[in-house]
């Protein structure tokens, strides 16, 4: 088995016990404490500010603009209009761009 499937299903096996590691801890408690779930309910945020904010700084204008109209567009609306909205600046402006 060549060392490139090793490291994916190594990589399978330490996803899967940390997400049972996780469930198999907060199983054991009756009572999650309101600290620890909003902690856990913002670790969803925290990920994608961090997949999301090096391709603001690297990518080019278009899609920094298409970032912030689709953040502004979050503030007032739902997933999916900020979505298309984002998208469609997004393709709006790599035509005037490039």
Known sequence: MSTTLWIIFFAAILTYLTRVGGHL???RFEKVHPRVLAGLN???AAVLTTLVAPAIL???P???VAML???FVSLRY???PMFLIGAAVLIA???VVG
Do not use: H, I, N, Y
Request: glycine share 14%; proline share 5%.
């Open 25 to 27: 801890v907060l199983s």
């Open 42 to 44: 913002a670790v969803p």
């Open 58 to 60: 690297t990518a080019g």
């Open 62 to 64: 278009a899609e920094f």
């Open 69 to 71: 109209v689709a953040g």
């Open 78 to 80: 739902g997933l999916l």
């Open 93 to 95: 402006m790599r035509q």
